[in-house]
């Protein structure tokens, strides 16, 4: 059965450092990658998708990045953390097929102080 | 501009009710809708997908209705149990790698 693994659970960093968030998903093959962020009262808000390895749309001009390194590895980055950053971020996959299921991983809660 | 929205934000409950949580979207070309239950501090879980061309889903106690000519969707939830508090999403499947939100229902149930 495919799983999906978020990590770190919980983050707390301050004003101008960096980030990196991991995802990586288990028993499945050429899976489409999501980021997603849940701000309070603002709801789901999707940052990136990747189709395959190297291949990343952004969503929402920001300080963040994404990156595919490998199939079913996805990570988002930040050079520099904005107080605004802070937010509960969301891994989730779904098959490559544009009528699949969508599956999310348990969320990474990020505090920019 | 797909707008996906979620009413009541909020329903309490006594225990062994049946419920009905109402999602309602303003453009009818969709792909699939998504129910999805989020814990307080957890991530999303699915719970029933519904195809563009089925009009319902059934898991265990749970029944997703679509009604796409409408733009509206219904999540009932049959003899409601504690455990079924939590906040209730839908999302529809617009574009090819696009979900669209609703803001949530938090449901509470009260034994």
């Known amino acids: 059965s495919q799983t999906i693994h978020q990590w770190p659970a919980t983050l707390v960093q301050p004003v101008g450092s960096p980030l990196s968030l991991e995802c990586t998903v288990e028993g499945t093959s050429n899976p489409n990658l999501y980021w997603y962020r849940q701000a309070a009262g603002r709801g789901l808000q999707l940052l990136f998708y990747s189709v395959g390895i190297g291949q990343i749309s952004s969503e929402v001009p920001q300080n963040l990045s994404a990156s595919r390194p490998q199939d079913r590895q996805f990570i988002l980055s930040s050079k520099k953390l904005l107080l605004s950053d802070s937010g509960f971020y969301l891994c989730?996959?779904?098959?490559?097929?544009?009528?699949?299921?969508?599956?999310f991983g348990e969320g990474s809660r990020l505090t920019v102080l | 501009k797909q707008e996906v929205t979620q009413i009541p934000a909020a329903l309490s409950v006594p225990e062994g009710e049946n419920l009905v949580l109402n999602c309602s979207f303003t453009d009818s070309a969709i792909y699939n809708l998504q129910w999805f239950r989020q814990d307080p501090g957890k991530g999303l879980t699915s719970l029933l997908l519904?195809?563009?061309?089925?009009r319902e889903q059934t898991s265990g106690r749970l029944n997703a209705s679509l009604d796409k000519s409408s733009g509206r969707s219904t999540l009932y939830i049959a003899a409601s149990q504690p455990g079924d508090s939590a906040t209730y999403l839908c999302a529809v499947r617009q574009g090819a790698q696009k979900l669209v939100f609703g803001q949530g229902t938090r449901l509470t149930i009260n034994p």
């Open positions: 519904i195809q563009s061309s089925q």
């Open positions: 989730a996959w779904s098959g490559a097929l544009s009528t699949g299921e969508l599956f």
